[in-house]
């Protein structure tokens, strides 16, 4: 008798397991039972074809059950749900769902790559036909046929996670008027910090969607044609379609009566083998909980490419070769307009939860030297332990940000140093890059905080100093310093600043600060050998100035882009400690200059 | 007495120490004396000034004299020649260049940042007014006066190396008719293998470019404005103008008369500290020598991104820090029109010439996920050392290349093996990359070889065949194998293969090929399993076309692009072992359709 391997779930991590275990072993047998209608479609295109970008749906089909069987001897069965699995006899029931046919399928292994199912919250009216959720192709058409059919004109997305951020891309690009409803106080809540967040709020606005933070929704209400989202701060978002990407959750309804072992995060629980609790059922994929490679902490990464390698490692495991999965990084991406941000690792935020001590560093450079046409600002934030390993990174940016955030994601996942950043040797000439790339001037700066070098003061830290002892040196040119800078700050550009440094005190902390934080180093370690007390704004001026106006839109106030938003839809964000900060200063402050 | 640090030299390397030494000591008097009339310019942009890309002049020149005083407390004495080094008594003998005036300048610590030195031949007629090298801003002020004075329709590039490709890219842009002459059989020929530059050639052609390799100048003569360039091979090239981009050479006269240690490449010699023999003396920049990363052989890297770093390090050295450059990789990239070429590392003729044991891996992949629009191939070439070690990477394509070659740059930089490529966590979105990158891609490929899962061969091994024992199988789709096959292919689309392998033999070596090597892959290890003896074609068909067109083009034959070049401009490339193959194969070949 062959030996058999049942897959459940044939998309990312299942297809990826079946082909690879294939090209290993010409023998098994191997059978996929995928409950949808498709297997191996591209997800991570859905939203871009809803949006029109994909025009063409069989685009989206990676690999169909017959390419499977001609190719790789791999029999698909498509639109059967394994209802549970008998461990003892090692057997799986299955439905067909087309005729409810119920039967059992013996295996020898088992492999587990039931995905991840959309978080749907208990919310009165959540069944209404104008609301939707996105997963699959099946989801896909539902929607591209609303659009159709029903041409709603106006649509509340749920969730600024990666998927609701692409659909919020798509939804505008179909036509829609979009309005972001998000729990926390900045999109990507869970990868970005708010500072870094900043930027691309803006963004957004600028191109017409209305954004809602520190709100969640309370409940739907349909009314002819239209759903009216009821929001728990109080306003109502009429809308004729709402998509809810609230998050996902590992699907291990299976898994669990079962009876195999489940994490604390939901997901199942795999060895480095991803065997779960019974050898002889494995998996992989979104539904699976992993160890987070910087923090060893049970963690969920439902992504693609991670999704993907572990069905290889799996089928490899399946072979009989040796297999030792190093976890993953969770290194993300969203395209957002015309912006990218990506991250990798720990945000601010989950480091401070975990209790990881660390630094951080933001700086920004031009993604391509300066003097060849087309190069843009892009700002990377570091996140380091103590001993100088990266715990986290975060960049945005217009162009060559991908680029980088890959770049330190690979230092992480080869337990490079930030220090290490500095050293990389990156292709440069003028149209790709700086002789000092965006990634090596991140690493020196991080590089000279950590080496004892710089000393630096980050946005939200500024709202509790004493400001009878310290003071704002702004150090930039006379016309930028007109333009737009930190109230209160005395001006004294970097180029007079040796010959008049007498002129400060040397009693008081000296925040240094420029556009960016480069002439402020200069400034910084100048002032530090002559004897003074200083520290250097990290990420400058540009990176305060995206978080004051953040804070003046959010809060209703002068923020230069209140023209952009309705008045009743002005939300103020949860970022305590900077609000502190300018609450006060807005009062005073003469100019709300964009520079 | 302040200690006085005297830097010779003020562009790239000169410019970094000193001002990375002022960021360390505020005490320290530091002179830069520069011969040329200008410090700290971009050197990388003249040739985009030249080509117009680059529109103002005063963008090239980052750093000024009264800048670099005013910020930085830093001495600049612009058009000031250093002359002699008397090292007993630790002075440098200068002349003021505009007065002749010479005075003596001592030094507690002396820095040499001279650069490297445009090479020009000892050619008859090479002093003619048309005829001109590229290296400073006075330089590039020689060509765009010539060019908007003189008005040349047409030029002549001698060197095919970075700056040659720029320059041919930007005089094109220019309004010129440009002709390349390259001494090798390829562009780039210390970095790129053959068949990775085989596109580049056709891309050049295709925007107009007349290529000639595997020859030589043999002098320039002058008649009635135009230079007639003569080519060792009998070929006249009429031109009214003229670059020399035939390599440079470390400046290192001052050094040698001064008695310092000179390598066997003509680089200064260097410890890690940048100390030379003499260690009041340090050389930083295009004029030293440095170990070879890779191989610990003596090298030159004159690139501007490892010149900086070395600055900065020299600086900390200066200053009595601790440093220990660990050398240079040599990562390398250029713009050649539409297409990006970068490199890293040694190429398979470097390779080969330094008796250094390795494999080769091709691989092509779309730069993003294929259903996104906007994907285009991209190809990377990895040469591996038989533990894994990657000696060298090179990619070719229109998107996405400097971040795939910047990836295996910093495998290389980690000490990483080309397992750890298939590792790497990269940002995925449809718009950015695919579930697996190519970096990925040419990760599991390279190791599939290295760990005996895939054995491949690659287009150059073809020739030395018997094919009374080989045979050659096309696994490609019907249409694909009529659109052009390798001649004498059998064919069996992949979908095909498990059913109807009992029509191959068994007692043959069966070289089976795709379009770029996937299936080919798939088709190997069904093959193999079943107990065939199989070869996977590394590149597939791709890379083998783009090879036998560009032979057919340079042997003046039936290559599709014929049209595109006078035939008597048409020269045979010395790229024996392929030609042998091709030559006899294209006398019977039917179709040379293009796909």
Not at 176 to 204: T, Y
Not at 211 to 232: H, K
Not at 504 to 532: N, T, W
Request: aromatic letters at 6%.
């Amino acid at each position: 008798m062959k030996r058999r391997v049942v897959i459940i779930g044939g998309v990312a991590g299942g297809a990826s397991t079946a082909a690879r275990l294939r090209r290993l072993d010409e023998e098994v047998e191997i059978i996929i039972v995928e409950k949808g209608d498709y297997i191996s479609y591209a997800n991570c295109g859905l939203p871009y074809y809803i949006g029109g970008v994909i025009t063409e749906r069989e685009d989206l089909l990676v690999q169909t059950p017959e390419g499977m069987k001609a190719k790789y001897n791999i029999e698909v069965r498509t639109g059967h749900e394994a209802l549970k699995i008998d461990r003892p006899k090692k057997e799986v029931e299955i439905e067909e769902k087309k005729t409810g046919r119920r039967y059992r399928l013996a295996y020898d292994q088992l492999v587990l790559a039931p995905g991840a199912l959309p978080v749907r919250p208990r919310l009165s009216g959540i069944e209404a036909p104008q609301v939707f959720t996105l997963r699959s192709i099946n989801d896909t058409d539902r929607i591209k046929n609303y659009l159709h059919e029903a041409k709603p004109k106006s649509a509340v997305v749920v969730g600024a996670g990666l998927i609701g951020l692409e659909m919020v891309e798509n939804l505008h690009r179909a036509g829609l008027k979009v309005s972001l409803v998000e729990m926390a106080g900045w999109v990507l809540p869970r990868n970005l910090d708010f500072e870094m967040a900043a930027p691309v709020h803006k963004h957004l606005r600028q191109k017409g969607i209305a954004l809602y933070f520190g709100t969640s929704v309370l409940a739907l209400e349909q009314r002819s044609g239209q759903v009216m989202v009821l929001l728990e701060n109080g306003e109502r978002l009429p809308a004729e379609m709402v998509i809810l990407a609230a998050g996902t959750v590992p699907d291990q309804r299976l898994a669990m009566e079962a009876g195999l072992a489940i994490g604390p995060t939901g997901g199942i629980i795999v060895n480095e083998r991803f065997q779960t609790s019974d050898p002889e059922i494995y998996a992989v994929g979104d539904a699976i909980e992993l160890k987070s490679t910087l923090t060893r902490e049970p963690s969920l990464v439902q992504l693609a490419g991670p999704a993907n390698r572990q069905g290889r490692l799996a089928a490899d495991a399946l072979a009989g070769r040796v297999v030792a999965y190093e976890g993953a990084l969770g290194t993300a991406i969203a395209k957002v307009f015309d912006l990218t941000v990506a991250t990798v690792g720990l945000n601010t935020e989950s480091l401070r939860r975990a209790g990881i001590d660390f630094f951080s560093s933001l700086t920004h450079s031009p993604d391509h030297a300066a003097y060849y046409p087309g190069s843009t600002m892009l700002s990377i934030k570091l996140n380091i332990a103590p001993d100088g390993r990266i715990l986290g990174a975060q960049a945005v940016g217009y162009k060559g940000v991908d680029k980088r955030l890959d770049l330190i994601a690979t230092v992480i996942k080869l337990g490079g140093k930030v220090t290490d950043l500095s050293q990389l040797e990156l292709a440069y000439a003028p149209p790709y890059s700086a002789a000092k790339d965006p990634v090596n001037v991140a690493g020196y700066v991080a590089g000279n905080i950590l080496g004892g070098d710089l000393e630096v003061i980050h946005w939200d830290e500024l709202p509790e100093l004493d400001w009878s002892r310290s003071l704002l040196l702004d150090v930039r040119e006379k016309s930028e310093y007109e333009a737009g800078h930190i109230e209160g700050a005395i001006h004294l550009p970097l180029s007079q600043l040796r010959v008049r440094a007498g002129e400060l005190p040397k009693d008081q902390e000296i925040i240094i600060y420029c556009q960016i934080g480069l002439r402020g180093y200069v400034a910084y370690r100048m002032l530090k050998q002559l004897g003074y007390k200083v520290k250097n704004l990290s990420g400058g001026y540009r990176t305060w100035k995206a978080v004051r106006d953040e804070m003046a839109v959010q809060r209703g106030g002068e923020g230069s882009e209140r023209d952009l938003r309705e008045p009743s839809s002005v939300q103020a964000a949860g970022v305590e400690s900077g609000v502190k900060l300018f609450a006060q200063q807005q009062e005073t402050a003469a100019t709300t200059e964009e520079n």
